[in-house]
């Protein structure tokens, strides 16, 4: 008999999901993970959450929710600290008990890293693995197995942006977290339109974690949130090599608002727009918006193009 | 910790309200040895301006902030602090001070980051005030604290008893009283003496209890609970319809339970919180979870929940609490506060509220609740009262 772990396509999935994926195979334990965020899912998760909860965790709820009858467990990290001096979104540490709560009738798997408290997540994804395979020599094999091919996943990645920044035409950054981004729902679409419209999306997923902490303490000193820190290191680390940047919020995150608030006021002279998401929002509208800015960013280079002719 | 200064002297040393705590941060903001400038007392004009110049959904406390900090700059501060607490307040400092920046004000921020710890803090004291010692600092704060816990027991005693004052405003008076002679209070005997000469005198206070008297507690986000303009004077409203009202987080409070004791206080959250609750929540969430499971063990009639719209630990207890109540029956009504929360709606939802709970008492156990519960019911609580 099998035992099935089901991953909701969520939150920390979008930056997970190869160590995961890895380490449940290793233990031969087949993995279920929800279909693309749709409309349903999102219905779903409104349904189940607090009025004022996040788009990205109401979405969440709503996957949590479509693997309801799918899977044995569920599993849901719970992340406080990465590091010392720093915390995750509040969300975070309350995805466990809040799922748990709003959704009924589920099995969670939950691991929890609190690196500040010394809980590190190789005992506690190990804890999770002893659940199938009592053995905890090949448990632990299994995790740095695992761990090292998210590694290498995502030095992948980071190297197949800078490909992208090497490419010659108009370039954009996306300031926005992994959930939102790559999110069928939310970021995809505008993934997908500057695309189409010739633009070259740049991410700001990027992985040299020690080096996004340094970067980000250019544009802020105070910041301590973790995977703002990462955006804001990409934001260092690409805004020269970009030209234009677009800072993707989801209604109503305080941690994005902040930030966006002051990325706006700091990094002066590429032209950036904000894009805040919500439940609600129209195609429509974001592709006007997306439309006048490539317009804005054309017109900029043709001026520019003009003076340095003259 | 972070710290710049204003280009030149003398300094003139402004921080945000928060209850009537400026009287102890008062006390401790003499030890810089500057001109104090308290912002002027909030009006709804504090939370336009605040607003005004705020990104948009940030929450609350945030805007009632900067509010004050624009208010105190127009008045001639030139010297801010900003504190630490919460789940953001942490970050605010950074964004109100590249704000004020860009607005065109000229002053000097001192940021306080980590805890509630003096050491964490001295060295950016002794940069305003070169002359301030560990001594003095130390017996300042000690001096402080004492202040802090004469007011929050005082006002522990009003809350639990202006609603059932036989002559209407009488607990104001002595309260207001108090509060003038705490502010000039500056050693331990006296602020001793006046808080037990004014418990003294609210205890004389003639009061009618009546037998069915609902017992109301408070729970949620510590800057909505403790500065009453904020969540628009919610207990003297509650106090009004004739409700004791409870509350558990106030400074006194805070202070006893951070630091080192900080994990146990919330490990023994947890363990008292009914298994709603098994990882800390963020910022106050656990507290407002487990503290509403205990007053339903104890017998309270209901509780309110307050919180700033979107305020996220206070959204991931709302979770827990929503089932609770729906497990228990157990009556709590949530209210979210934003720039445009009104007044009128608030006072209609106490109404309905306490109307509900006297039902409940008269005739326990029947259709009394249904009634409430459609308040209760997820989903049916709005985010503007
Ligand atoms: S605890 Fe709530 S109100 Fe306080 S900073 Fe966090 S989100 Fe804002």
């Known amino acids: 008999m099998h035992a099935t772990v089901g991953l909701p396509r969520s939150l920390l999935f979008h930056k997970y999901h190869v160590l995961w994926e890895t380490f449940f195979g290793a233990l031969d334990v087949e993995t279920v993970t929800s279909p693309q965020s749709n409309r349903a899912i999102l219905a779903r998760g409104i349904e189940l959450a607090v009025d004022e909860t996040c788009v990205p965790v109401k979405l969440f709820l709503g996957h949590v929710d479509a693997l309801r009858d799918k899977a044995d467990y569920i599993l849901v990290p719970r992340i406080v600290t990465l590091a010392k001096d720093e915390t995750a979104c509040v969300k975070f540490l309350g995805a466990y008990d809040v799922a748990r709560n709003s959704v009924p009738g589920i099995r969670l798997l939950e691991y929890n890293v609190d690196v500040k408290n010394g809980i590190r997540q190789r005992p506690e994804l190990c804890r999770v693995g002893e659940t199938f395979e009592p053995n905890r020599r090949k448990v632990r094999r299994a995790y740095d197995h695992a761990a090292s091919e998210h590694l290498r996943y995502t030095a992948r990645l980071d190297e197949q942006q800078e490909e992208v920044l090497a490419r010659p035409g108009m370039k954009v950054l996306v300031v926005g977290h992994a959930y939102n981004l790559y999110d069928e729902m939310l970021g995809k679409p505008i993934v997908d339109f500057l695309g189409k419209n010739g633009v070259e999306v740049v991410s700001s997923e990027f992985h040299d974690t020690a080096k996004a902490r340094t970067l980000a303490k250019l544009v802020s000193k105070d910041i301590p949130w973790t995977y703002n820190k990462e955006l804001l290191g990409a934001l260092e680390s690409y805004r020269e090599r970009v030209d234009g940047i677009i800072f993707l919020v989801t209604f109503p995150c305080g941690p994005d608002s902040l930030m966006t608030e002051l990325c706006m006021r700091r990094v002066k002279g590429t032209p950036s727009i904000m894009l805040v998401l919500d439940e609600l929002q129209s195609e429509a509208g974001l592709r006007t918006r997306l439309e006048s800015f490539i317009d804005l960013i054309e017109a900029g280079k043709r001026r520019a193009a003009v003076d340095g002719a003259r | ?385």
Not at chain 2, 309 to 318: L, R, S
């Open chain 2, 1 to 385: 910790m972070s710290t710049q200064l204003p280009a030149s002297r003398p300094f003139k040393v402004s921080f945000p309200h928060m209850g009537n705590y400026s009287i102890p941060v008062r006390l401790l903001a003499e030890q810089l040895e500057c001109e104090i400038v308290l912002p002027p007392k909030m009006t709804r004009r504090t939370l336009e301006v605040g607003a005004r110049h705020s990104p948009e959904f940030v929450c609350i406390p945030f805007k009632y902030n900067l509010g004050n900090y624009i208010e105190a700059l127009e008045k001639g501060a030139n010297l801010l602090i900003q504190a630490g607490g919460g789940c953001r307040f942490g970050y605010y400092g950074e964004v109100q001070e590249a704000i004020l920046r860009d607005l065109g004000y000229d002053f000097g921020m001192v940021r306080l980051l980590g805890g509630w710890k003096l050491r964490d803090h001295i060295g950016d004291f002794k940069r305003v005030n070169p002359r301030l010692t560990m001594l003095r600092a130390l017996k300042a704060y000690k001096l402080a604290l004492r202040q802090t816990q004469a007011l929050d027991r005082i006002e522990d005693y009003v809350r639990r008893n202006a609603g059932f004052e036989v002559q209407d405003g009488a607990f104001e008076e002595v309260h207001e009283a108090f509060l003038g002679e705490l502010d000039t209070a500056r050693d331990m005997r006296t602020m001793a003496e006046i808080e037990s000469r004014y418990l003294g005198e609210l205890e004389a206070i003639p009061t009618e209890r009546p037998d069915d008297l609902l017992r109301i507690g408070i729970v949620g986000e510590l800057y909505v609970l403790m500065e009453p303009f904020s969540n628009l004077f919610v207990e003297k409203e509650l106090a009004k319809r004739g409700v004791e009202v409870h509350r558990f987080v106030t400074v006194s409070n805070m202070v006893e339970h951070s630091g080192r004791k900080h994990t146990a206080h919330l490990d023994e959250l947890i363990a008292k919180s009914g298994d709603y609750v098994r990882y800390h929540l963020g910022a106050d969430g656990t507290e407002s979870v487990s503290m509403t499971y205990q007053l339903m063990q104890q017998g309270f009639d209901g509780v309110l929940h307050l919180k700033p719209f979107g305020c996220m630990p206070e959204v991931n207890a709302m979770a827990s609490l929503q089932r609770l109540s729906r497990e228990h029956t157990f009556p709590i009504l949530f209210i979210s506060y934003d720039a445009q929360t009104s007044e009128t709606g608030l006072k209609t939802r106490l109404d309905a509220f306490c109307d509900m709970l006297r039902m409940r008492k008269q005739r326990p156990g029947d259709a009394a609740m249904a009634d409430g519960a459609e308040t209760l019911a997820p989903g049916a609580e709005r985010s503007t009262a």
